[in-house]
């Protein structure tokens, strides 16, 4: 593991990612397959974002705050997802809590199973529409994955 106060490697490429961000499903969804057959080393970096909006003063996400913003990004994620080819339903409660699955990304950031398990997260998040911030939910998805939950 590299001390983040290392210089990085120039075939390293940092991905900051949040669980409950929508553009971050994006990501996550493609990244790995994106860099396959290169010789860039993928540094998972799980950050909370609602702190983030904390300090902005925001008791939510901007696009829940500017109506207009909303709706061009409902809109943005519908027109990205069928480019990709990534099923997407907006949730029904947005921004969800992703606290636990963040902690459990954090624990898992230089693992073999991180990018599966945040995959399975944002898939019950923003394809199943499921509360993802409860251990009977990472329970299930940690099972899933055939790992110790």
Known sequence: MRNLNDQKSTNELEFWFELGSNY???????????????QIQLSWRPFLLGAIFKEQ???????????????????????????YGLPWTWPSKFPR????????????QHTEWIGPFCRAVSRRNFVDDCEVDSTDEIHRILERLELPA
């Open 24 to 38: 971050s499903y994006l990501t996550l969804h493609r990244i790995e397959a994106l860099l396959g057959g290169t």
């Open 57 to 83: 003063g925001w008791a939510t996400s901007p696009f829940v705050l500017q109506k207009a913003k909303g709706d061009y990004v409902k809109r943005d994620m519908e027109r990205q997802a069928e480019r």
């Open 97 to 108: 809590s992703t606290l636990l699955p963040m902690r459990v990304a954090i624990l898992g």
